[in-house]
Structures are given as C-alpha cells and as structure tokens.
C-alpha cells in the first residue's frame, strides 16, 4: 500500500512533466492520470480502514487516506477525465493537458495530506495551475481574472502560513491535530486561509467572477474539484477535532443562504451557477461526516452543468427565454438540474437526505431553506424552452461533450449504490415537497421579478478588505 | 519587541495592498508582507537558539530549530515564483492599460 500510494501521488507529475516530450500522446497521457486515481480511490472504498502514511521523520509530510479522501479523489477522477474527454477534438495544445494533469495531482495531494505545510505547498501549486488555465486564453480579461485569483489566494495563504507557525510553535508538530490547544488567533488565520481557499461565506466572494469569466472546462474544473481543495481540510478538521465543529457547521449555513440568496437573483447563466457553488460547498460543510459523498454528487453535477451552458446560445437567462435550446442539450441540462435540486432516482437526492439527517437541530431549518432556494434556481434551467433537433445542429456541437456528459451523468445514477437506503417513502416525499415549493415560488415570484443586486462586494480591494473582517470574526469564533 | 516589529512589517504589506492603486505596487506590497511572514518564521526557529544545527565535535551552544527555517524556504521558493508569474501578467496588461491602475483595469474587465 506505501509504494501504491507514493506512485500514486507522484504519477500526474511525472506525466504531466514527461507530457512535453510527447505531444501526440497529450490526451492519452492526461486520461491516464485521471484512471490511475480513480483506480486508487476504489481501493481505498475496498480497504474502508483509514491508512496513515508518515515520511520521513517526526516532522516530516503525514498522509491519512480513508474513505471521506476516497470520495474526493473520485471527484477529482472523474470531473478530470469528463473535461479531457470534453476537450479532445479541441484545439488546445499540449501545454493545457499539462496543466490539467499537474492540477490534478496537487489536488490529489490536498485531499491526501493532513499537516498544514503539505497542504500549503498543494494549495499553492494549485493556485499556480488554475492561474495558468484561466490565462490560457491570454486575453487581457482572462489574466486580470487569473491575476485577480492568484492575488486574492496568495494573500490568504500568506495569513495561512503565520497560522502554521502558531501552531507549531505550541505543539513543535505541523500536523492537523496540533490545532487542538493551539492559540485563537492560530484557528483565526489558518481558517481564513482555508476559507478563502474554499469559497466560503463573504471570503469566497471572489468565486462567481473567476468562474463565469472562465472557459466552460476551466469553469468546470474549478467548480468541481478546485475549490473542494480549500474545503476538505475543514471538513477533516471538523471531524478531527469536536471543538472546530461548530465553527465549520455555522460557516456551512452562512454560505449556503448567502450562496443561494444571490443565485436567486442572477440573470446571468454562469455566474448562477458560481453562486450556486458558494452555496452547494455549504451543505459539505454544514453536515462534515457526511461531506464526502456531498461533494461526489456535487462536483459531477456541477462541472456538467458548467460543460452544457457553456455550450448555450446565450449566457443570459431573459435571452434563452426566446432562443429554444435543442432537445438533446436541454435533456442533459435538466437531469443535472433535476440532481442538484435532490430529485429521487439521481444521487444528489441520496446526498442530500443524508446531509439533512447529520445537521443539529439549529441547521435544520436555515438548510431546508436553502435546499427550496436551490430548487427555484434550478427552476430557472429547467424551464427553458426547447425544440427538436435541425440538420444544421449537431456540428456544432464540441464531439467529445457527449462522452463527457455520459461518464458525468452516469456518475451521478451510478453513485446511488453508495446510500440506497434513502429509498423510503419519507424521505422521498420531503424532497418532492421541496422542489414543488420551490418551483411555486419561482413561477409566483421570482420568474417576473428582475432585482439587480450590487455588486460591489466583488471588487478588488473590498475582497482583501473583506479578508481583515472575516479574521476577526473567525477570532471571535474561537475564542468563544 | 521583535514580534511587534514583524507584524507591523505584516500589516504595512497588507494596508500597501489595499490601498495603493498602482498593480505593481500592489505586487511589491504583497511581497512586504510575505518578508513579514518569513521574518516570523525565523523569529520563531530562533525562540531557544541561535547557531546554525550543524553536527561537528565542537558544541557551540543553542541550536536554531532547524524545522520553521526549512520550511520557510519552501514558502519562500513558492512566493518567488508566484511573483513571477504576476509580473509576467502585468507587463501583458500593460501593452493595452500602460498606467497599470488597478480600478481602471478592473473597469474595462468586469462584465
């Protein structure tokens, strides 16, 4: 297990490096580095024990892989492979499969390692990696929007790595547990960090710009795994230590209201679905045993529905009222719709049941709340006119969208298997109830009503600005 | 008394960051406030000991711990590349935005 799990980490490096040696191979390379950590996250649900791994000494890189990693490493798997596959016929040169892979593989290291210094170094890999996909383009939006990103992350890693010095300073050990007796202020920075990271609550403002002004696949990327990285050291931290607890419950409820609460009022496809994101990484956090499975169903949904608007006529909700989608391209876009509102029969319903029995009696009620906003964002998509298909269509779609969809699609039936027995009566019901409401409230309400809320919060400087607020508020938080 | 010092270092960089308009020095603040951070972590290695660990027959005195300064270098490594890899972003938007002013980048880029 040792040496499967080191050439599993160091696998997409080695190709993504070696990939430039052999152009032709490009799309062949970057595929195998999805299977090879798809293949290792499937033996990771046979072992079910957690597998602790330390290098070197009493200070060296620790590694804990269990299934809660497992259910990551799968996202990141899958999402990957749906955008090489969504890619393949495209014209990108090597250098885009390159950084693809060497994203890949340093989230994999975020997901597998649990001291903070190992989890600094992937975080920033990451940040280099997204930056460079973002600016693939090389308009000059794209690297403002790359330029924008780096700025805000690398700031918060900056006030990260003066966290990790606290801790080690009262415990001489960088690992997560350390963060049990360390100082307030040593939570406050290092959460920050995480948060920014993340996308959470007010820090994660910067989300919905980076992730519209993207290209579909690097949109698709970011939503479905990138931003899960900052995510799943608060969720392990959660579960490592029951007084961080209710520090990640509360930020879970935060950001999904707030999330859903700007969704609700976006006229923009994309930047919809971006809020969406910020809302949906609420639920993983808001219930953190259960967190794995969540962000499963979420990452596939959410990098699929980035892939079909991307291909839309229109990024403008009022606009694709009157342009009828084709049939095919609306189907895929409702059954993902229909998954992330938690409709029966699709995994999100199983992910989002089980969500709702680990939330504490407070969370209950703000988290159903946030579940019928979901449901009247949701109706938006899924409401859209549709016609069928003309000679003239299907060229112009992307070839490789179709297996994509059919490897993200089939994901989402296929991980019912991982909670069947949510199938009952009452729990198939309440969901139901749920989406009826929603969609209610969308057809007496929100259909008609057009608010355009500002958007102030998003810029530059009220970003880091945001970042000094947000760490005393998180102080408090620990010192409480 | 040093501590004070690094995290005034600290917050010059972040207030630098926020308020001064152009993106290069915007960059420079960021690295003010990096030096701040690396300047802590040497405070910190240098809590019981100030020599170099190096084994050898003489025994010097307190040793430096030699973790948070091996860590810092990795961080230091990173930072420096990320800074590259901003300058490099900047002198692309300069070509089409020469005074680099960052709110009138942000204008003509926002949707």
């Known amino acids: 297990m040792n040496t499967l799990t080191l050439i599993w980490m160091a696998f997409p490096f080695l190709v993504g490096f070696i990939i430039y040696l052999l152009p032709q191979l490009d799309r062949y390379l970057a595929l195998s580095g999805a299977f090879v950590s798809a293949a290792y996250a499937v033996q990771l649900f046979v072992e079910q024990s957690p597998y602790n791994l330390r290098l070197l000494d009493h200070f060296g890189v620790s590694l804990v892989l269990d299934p809660l990693a497992g259910f990551f490493i799968l996202t990141n798997a899958l999402v990957t492979a749906a955008v090489i596959f969504y890619c393949w016929r495209s014209d990108k040169i090597t250098f885009f499969y390159a950084q693809t892979l060497i994203l890949h593989g340093s989230v994999n290291a975020a997901f597998a390692c649990s001291d903070f210094i190992s989890l600094y170094v992937a975080l920033e890999v990451i940040s280099i990696a997204v930056f460079l996909l973002i600016a693939y383009p090389r308009t000059d939006r794209s690297i403002w929007v790359g330029l924008r990103y780096l700025f805000v992350s690398n700031v918060a890693m900056l006030f990260y790595l003066v966290g990790a010095v606290l801790v080690y300073k009262a415990h001489h050990s960088f690992d997560f547990a350390g963060l049990r007796g360390a100082p307030p202020e040593a939570i406050a920075l290092i959460f920050l960090g995480l948060l920014v990271k993340g996308g959470i609550f007010v820090s994660g403002l910067w989300l919905p710009l980076t992730h519209s002004e993207s290209e ?37 409820v ?157 994901g989402l039936l296929g991980a019912n298997i991982v909670y069947y027995e949510a199938y009952n009566l009452e729990n198939i019901v309440k969901p139901l109830v749920t989406i009826t409401l929603g969609w209610l409230a969308y057809f007496l309400i929100f259909q008609r009503l057009i608010v355009k809320l500002p958007r102030v919060l998003e810029q530059f400087e009220h970003l880091i600005g945001m970042m000094s607020l947000s760490l005393i508020l998180i102080f408090w938080m620990a010192l409480a | 008394m040093l501590e004070a010092f690094v995290l005034a270092t600290l917050f010059c960089g972040f207030f630098g960051i926020i308020f001064k308009k152009n993106l290069v020095m915007k960059i420079i603040s960021m690295d003010v406030m990096s030096t701040g951070v690396i300047a802590y972590y040497v405070l910190v290695a240098a809590r019981e000991g100030l020599f170099t660990p190096i084994v050898s027959d003489v025994q010097k005195g307190a040793y430096a711990d030699p973790v948070p300064q091996a860590v810092i270098l990795t961080a230091i490594v990173i930072g420096f590349s990320i800074q590259a890899l901003m300058l490099v972003g900047v002198m692309k938007l300069s070509r089409d935005n020469p005074t680099l002013e960052s709110n009138e980048i942000e204008k003509d880029n926002t949707p």
């Open chain 1, 216 to 252: 579909a696949p690097v949109s698709a990327l970011m939503s479905g795994i990138v931003v899960k990285a900052g995510v799943f050291p608060l969720v392990r931290c959660a579960l490592l230590l029951e007084e961080i607890d209710p520090i990640v419950r509360i930020f879970g």
């Open chain 1, 254 to 410: 935060g950001t999904a209201l707030l999330g859903v609460f700007y969704a609700i009022f976006e006229q923009d496809t994309k930047r919809t679905l971006a809020f969406s994101t910020v809302s949906q990484l609420g639920f993983i956090l808001a219930a953190p045993i259960v967190g794995g499975f969540y962000a499963l169903t979420h990452g596939l949904v959410k990098s699929a529905l980035f892939l079909i608007v991307g291909n839309l006529p229109s990024r403008d909700l009022k606009e694709l009222q009157h342009q009828p989608l084709q049939t095919p391209i609306w189907i895929a876009l409702v059954i993902a719709s229909f998954s992330i509102s938690g409709l029966p029969l699709l995994s999100g319903f199983g992910a989002k049941v089980l969500t709702m029995k680990n939330l504490l009696p407070w969370q209950a009620i703000a988290m159903n709340l946030a579940a019928i906003g979901t449901a009247i964002v949701y109706a938006k998509f899924i409401f859209l006119p549709h016609r069928q298909l003309g000679e003239t269509d299907i060229s112009k779609l992307q070839p490789g969208f179709w297996t994509a969809m059919v490897l993200l699609l089939g």
